[in-house]
């Protein structure tokens, strides 16, 4: 790509003189771009309740023939009432869309836009400000600028950037305050706001679009927002917002202005002027238009003299109005001037899909579960003290039963211990784990609509992360269990058992994680936790054992991870054991003879069951990372 100096040629209307766009005094360079649209239309399939009130068309319009221009330097407001389409263009505009149909022309600098380079040189601000809780906010803003800037920038200049970006948006004074959850703990929504723009701005982005950055804020944080933004603006990047009810002082801000009535049509589309004077005077020429108020809110006031109840009143159309006026000829000479590249400017090109490649996403996103999972107590302190206490208890339960094999019964408490020990932690792993994953998810979302990596990249940190922790989680429980279970202490058996334990604790798991990546919420995940665990406990092996089974069930044990398990471990302990057993009515038996017989494990069995838990282990991790990669439950 070609890369054009900081400072915008670009003309940035009238308030040029006063807004004039600022060298960055970023470390970085970056290509300033136009992004100009002409007849976009948008529509989604017709919604079921509207059917059912007597629309007959199949498809819902929701953007009718807007055409516009965003340039360098220059801050525009998306403005209109609700339902107006103001997030709906934007997300048009931006490629956010995962339904719909969309016609119309979008280009760049006078190139057609191409969405996969589109999303390496522009940030989005959602208006739900979306992070990883459990990070820091310079934690946050690293990571965008390791997986979204150019693989050709060092560490050394990506983190001057990262601090360059923290004072820019005036959050260096919080680089070590922790992002937590909204309305929880952790920062506040002005803070989180600003944070948002952060993770965008480390992008480098050329182009940024931000959803309603002063939505729910108070004046004294909008103001502090509205900085931001001026300041991103004067880098010389082309920054769009959609303001719902601004507040003049907000209002004032803007440079531009294109508004949009409902139906999402346009009414208004250019500069505001020195006090918004441009604006009223547009609306001021207008038959039957009230002229506005000295002192009164220009944003309100046009918001009210352009209403549907206004349009009735005086029988006017204000989209065919500025269909016809000088204003939208002017805008439709900005866009043909936009349309053919400025001289010396090259299109957009990147040599791979991703900023980085696939081993520095593994490492990036490592890193930052890495973090996040070390800064989580409730969920990792927790799950350490259920393993301390499940072991203590289980092991008191069972106390030395390992010791004496003598009768049938004893036999039988042994295999009451393995059930408990492998399956009641287990499953403790697999519900708990699913609300972290359910809220990583919807920053991942974020995230893969930003193309900071491959969704595999993604599947993998945190499936390895979660494993590292249930090795230790495992190695912990086993050593407390088999100690005081008194197993019989020869290394191969120790190992048998303590493979085992570990293996079921990451099947548990990323069966959990493979649940949330499979359904649309959290909640649902755990119902079918619901369903299938207590299918697992039935044919586990204990309740009944195989022999036992009907036929036609019969192939379930072999599907249920737990039956392997407790297989393995009752094999690896006891299959080869040559001492007798008493059996109530009959004549004394070789354990491992009543093992094969009764419960149909054998020993030599135990290379399959290692085998198998590796395949189950694999399996589910391959469906969660491709369930994360293909499904998408975040409609727009």
């Not at 993770?199 to 480098?204: D, P, S």
């Not at 973090?371 to 107590?377: A, G, Q, R, V």
């Not at 301390?388 to 092991?395: H, R, S």
């Not at 972290?436 to 998810?441: A, D, K, M, P, Y």
């Given at each position: 790509m070609r890369?054009?100096?900081?400072?915008?040629?670009f003309?940035?209307?009238?308030?040029?003189?006063?807004?004039k766009?600022?060298?960055s005094?970023?470390?970085?360079p970056?290509?300033?771009?136009?992004?100009?649209?002409?007849?976009i239309?948008?529509?989604?399939d017709m919604?079921a309740?509207?059917k059912e009130?007597?629309f007959?068309?199949?498809?819902?319009?929701?953007l009718s023939?807007?055409?516009?221009?965003?340039?360098?330097?220059?801050?525009?407001?998306?403005?209109?009432v609700s339902g107006?389409?103001?997030?709906?263009?934007?997300?048009?505009l931006?490629?956010?869309?995962?339904?719909?149909?969309?016609e119309?022309s979008?280009?760049?600098?006078?190139?057609?836009k191409?969405?996969?380079?589109?999303?390496?040189?522009?940030?989005?601000?959602?208006?739900?400000d979306?992070?990883?809780?459990?990070?820091?906010?310079?934690?946050?803003?690293?990571?965008s600028?390791?997986?979204?800037?150019?693989?050709?920038?060092d560490?050394?200049?990506?983190?001057?950037?990262?601090?360059?970006v923290?004072?820019?948006?005036?959050?260096?004074?919080l680089?070590?305050?922790m992002?937590?959850l909204p309305g929880?703990?952790?920062?506040?929504?002005?803070?989180?706001?600003?944070?948002?723009?952060a993770?965008?701005?480390?992008?480098?982005p050329?182009?940024?679009?931000?959803?309603?950055?002063?939505?729910?804020?108070?004046?004294?944080?909008?103001?502090?927002?509205?900085?931001t933004?001026?300041?991103?603006?004067?880098?010389?990047?082309?920054?769009?917002?959609?303001?719902?009810?601004?507040s003049?002082?907000?209002f004032e801000?803007?440079?531009e202005?294109?508004?949009l009535?409902?139906?999402?049509?346009?009414i208004?589309?250019?500069?505001?002027?020195?006090h918004?004077?441009?604006?009223?005077e547009?609306?001021?020429?207008i038959?039957?238009?009230?002229?506005?108020?000295?002192g009164?809110?220009?944003?309100?006031w046009?918001l009210?003299v352009?209403?549907?109840?206004?349009?009735?009143?005086l029988?006017?159309?204000?989209?065919?109005?500025?269909?016809n006026?000088?204003?939208?000829?002017k805008?439709?000479?900005l866009?043909?001037e936009l349309?053919v590249?400025?001289?010396g400017?090259?299109?957009?090109?990147?040599?791979?899909?991703?900023s980085?490649?696939f081993?520095?996403q593994?490492?990036?996103?490592?890193?930052?579960?890495y973090?996040?999972?070390?800064?989580?107590?409730?969920?990792n302190a927790?799950r350490?003290l259920?393993t301390?206490?499940?072991?203590?208890?289980?092991?008191t339960?069972?106390?030395?039963?390992g010791?004496k094999?003598?009768?049938?019964?004893?036999?039988?408490?042994?295999?009451?211990?393995?059930?408990?020990a492998?399956?009641?932690?287990?499953?403790?792993?697999?519900?708990?784990?699913?609300p972290?994953?359910?809220?990583?998810?919807t920053?991942?979302?974020r995230?893969?609509?930003?193309g900071?990596?491959s969704p595999?990249s993604?599947?993998?940190?945190?499936?390895c992360?979660?494993i590292?922790?249930?090795?230790l989680?495992?190695?912990?429980?086993?050593?407390?269990?088999?100690?005081?279970?008194g197993?019989?202490?020869k290394v191969?058996?120790?190992?048998?058992?303590?493979?085992?334990?570990?293996?079921?604790?990451n099947?548990f798991?990323?069966?959990?994680?493979?649940?949330?990546?499979?359904?649309?919420s959290?909640?649902?995940?755990?119902i079918l936790?619901?369903?299938?665990l207590?299918l697992?406990?039935?044919?586990?092996g204990?309740?009944?054992?195989?022999t036992?089974?009907p036929?036609w069930?019969?192939?379930?044990?072999?599907?249920?991870?737990?039956?392997w398990?407790i297989?393995?471990?009752?094999?690896s302990?006891?299959?080869?054991?040559g001492?007798?057993?008493?059996v109530?009515g009959?004549s004394?038996?070789?354990?491992?003879?009543?093992?094969?017989?009764?419960?149909?494990?054998?020993?030599d069995?135990?290379?399959y069951?290692?085998?198998?838990?590796?395949?189950?282990?694999i399996a589910?991790?391959f469906?969660?990372?491709?369930?994360?990669?293909?499904l998408?439950?975040?409609?727009?």
């Open positions: 890369v054009a100096q900081t400072k915008s040629k003309s940035t209307g009238a308030k040029e003189a006063t807004n766009p600022a060298q005094r970023t470390t970085l970056f290509q300033p771009l136009s992004l100009s649209f002409n007849h239309n948008y529509w989604v919604p309740e509207m009130q007597g007959t068309e199949s498809r819902l319009q929701l023939d807007i055409s516009g221009a965003f340039r360098p330097g220059v801050l525009t407001a998306l403005v209109g107006a389409g103001k997030t709906t263009l934007m997300d048009v931006a490629g956010r869309k995962t339904s719909g149909a969309i119309g979008i280009t760049l600098s006078g190139y057609p191409k969405q996969e380079t589109f999303a390496r040189i522009s940030g989005y601000c959602e208006q739900i979306i992070h990883s809780p459990n990070v820091t906010v310079y934690e946050s803003i690293l990571y600028a390791w997986l979204r800037l150019s693989s050709d920038v560490d050394a200049t990506r983190k001057m950037f990262v601090e360059e923290m004072t820019l948006v005036e959050l260096d004074v680089r070590n305050a992002v937590g929880v703990d952790g920062l506040s929504t002005e803070q989180r706001k600003r944070l948002t723009i993770v965008e701005l480390v992008a480098n050329s182009i940024i679009f931000m959803d309603e950055p002063t939505s729910g804020l108070d004046a004294r944080a909008a103001a502090i927002v509205m900085r933004v001026r300041n991103t603006v004067n880098t010389g990047r082309t920054v769009v917002c959609t303001i719902h009810q601004p003049i002082d907000i801000s803007f440079d202005l294109l508004l009535k409902r139906g999402g049509r346009v208004y589309a250019g500069e505001l002027g020195r918004c004077d441009k604006l009223v547009y609306f001021e020429e038959p039957g238009v009230a002229k506005i108020t000295k009164y809110n220009p944003a309100t046009m009210e352009s209403s549907t109840l206004a349009e009735a009143h029988n006017i159309n204000f989209a065919e109005i500025y269909a006026s000088v204003l939208h000829r805008n439709q000479d866009i043909k349309g590249p400025p001289p400017y090259q299109d957009l090109s990147f040599p791979t899909k991703y980085q490649n081993y520095n593994c490492v990036a996103n490592f890193w930052k579960q973090k996040s999972y070390w800064k989580n107590p409730p969920y927790m350490y259920m301390l206490l499940d072991g203590v208890v289980f092991g339960v069972f106390w030395q039963k010791t094999i003598e009768s049938q019964q004893d036999l039988y408490n042994l295999l009451g211990a393995t059930y408990a492998v399956f009641f932690l287990g499953a403790t792993n697999c519900f708990t784990v699913q972290v994953v359910s809220i990583e998810r920053v991942f979302y995230e893969k609509a930003a900071m990596y595999l993604y599947a993998l940190a945190q499936a992360m979660e590292i922790y249930n090795i989680q495992g190695m912990l429980y086993t050593i407390l269990i088999y100690v005081m279970i197993y019989d202490w191969d058996k120790f190992f048998y058992f303590m493979f085992f334990i570990i293996a079921s604790f099947y798991t990323l069966f959990g994680m493979m649940l949330v990546a499979l359904t649309p959290a909640m649902l995940a755990s936790v619901s369903f299938v207590p697992w406990n039935l044919f586990a204990f309740l009944v054992v195989r036992a089974i036929i069930w019969r192939w379930y044990y072999w599907a249920n991870p737990v039956s398990t297989y393995g471990v009752v094999a302990q006891f299959g080869d054991h001492g007798s057993l008493l109530p009959g004394p038996m070789v354990v491992k003879q009543f093992l094969e017989d009764n419960l149909g494990v054998r020993h069995f135990l290379g069951v290692i085998i198998a838990h590796f395949a189950y282990i589910i991790f469906v969660f990372g491709y369930s994360i990669k293909f998408n439950f975040q409609k727009r």
